[in-house]
């Protein structure tokens, strides 16, 4: 049961902070547990201390949690707690001098370019939902937009003639992502000759990607079109977000600035966006080694 505070909070979050709804069920959650942890020390949200918040730490690590899953748990917190302070209703924040969990940095997967271009080189029926799939692929990779923000495009949204897009991505945030070359071409000729027959009959309201009975495309079928993709080319459980990934490292080893790449993939950190450098750095070591006579030691 959560405390009518913290159902305040969310509902803060939510309306005035537009957080998307994945974000408010996962603090919906950990913010269940804190209150759940209050009861059984015999406290509650309003009179929580500090050594209270790093009981609940201590016991989600315990626990056997992932850093990550600790990290966001106490960011919760934070955010409760700043949320309480700003109206009044706790005079100090017992989270204000805690450390966020560190988390291992993991580098994300990427293809290379050679590997890129194989997949989307591949043969895809000729068919309503072969032009449709290609032109999906060709987006992930070529625009870089996240799987959910993809099924979500109506074709209003589509703007070809001026070589954009428009994007809803976290957050409900608008953003304008840009889309030309071979992206564009696969688009259009999805548009003009494929999605009118998988539009008949559906009721699509608009939907840019449409499934075989007319309605909008689901998350769950564009991951099976992309595994499929990949299993194409012999990688196995490729996932939309490798494409993503690709994107970004690719745009920054072609010489791309960073800001430029944070606009496009809709982060509202830097921070977020500058894990392409290391991917970077990384592929750059491995050419280096590679390629180059003196690179490793001899006998």
Not at 68 to 82: E, I, M, N, P, W
Not at 137 to 166: N, P, Q, T
Not at 245 to 259: I, Y
Request: proline share 4%; glycine share 10%.
């Amino acid at each position: 049961m959560l405390d009518p505070n913290v159902s305040e909070y969310l509902s803060y979050l939510a309306i005035e902070r537009g957080s998307s709804s994945h974000t408010i069920s996962a603090y919906a959650r950990d913010l269940k547990k804190w209150c759940s942890f209050l009861r059984e020390r015999g406290g509650g949200v309003l009179s929580a201390t500090r050594e209270d918040v790093s009981a609940f730490e201590a016991s989600l690590l315990d626990a056997g949690m992932a850093a990550s899953t600790v990290k966001r748990a106490v960011s919760a917190l934070k955010g409760l707690y700043r949320f309480l302070v700003r109206e009044g209703r706790v005079e100090s924040n017992p989270c204000s001098t805690l450390s966020l969990p560190k988390v291992p940095e993991r580098l994300p997967d990427v293809l290379s370019v050679a590997q890129a271009e194989e997949l989307l080189g591949q043969e895809f029926p000729a068919t309503p939902a072969g032009l449709r799939d290609h032109a999906m692929l060709e987006m992930l990779y070529g625009c870089g937009v996240r799987a959910s923000e993809l099924v979500a495009l109506d074709v209003a949204d589509v703007m070809l003639d001026e070589g954009c897009l428009r994007v809803v991505g976290k957050g409900d945030k608008e953003r304008i992502v840009p889309i030309s070359g071979l992206a564009a071409r696969a688009v259009a000729t999805y548009v003009q000759e494929g999605r009118p027959a998988l539009a008949r009959g559906g009721r699509h309201e608009g939907a840019l990607f449409l499934n075989a009975r007319g309605g909008r495309l689901s998350r769950q079928t564009l991951h099976a079109v992309v595994t499929r993709a990949g299993l194409g080319i012999g990688i196995a459980n490729l996932h939309p977000h490798t494409l993503r990934h690709s994107f970004a490292t690719h745009m920054l080893e072609g010489g791309a600035d960073l800001r430029v790449i944070q606009d496009i993939l809709g982060h509202a950190d830097i921070s977020t966006t500058q894990i392409y450098t290391h991917v970077s750095r990384a592929h750059l070591r491995e050419e280096y080694l590679a390629a180059h006579p003196r690179a490793h030691e001899t006998d």
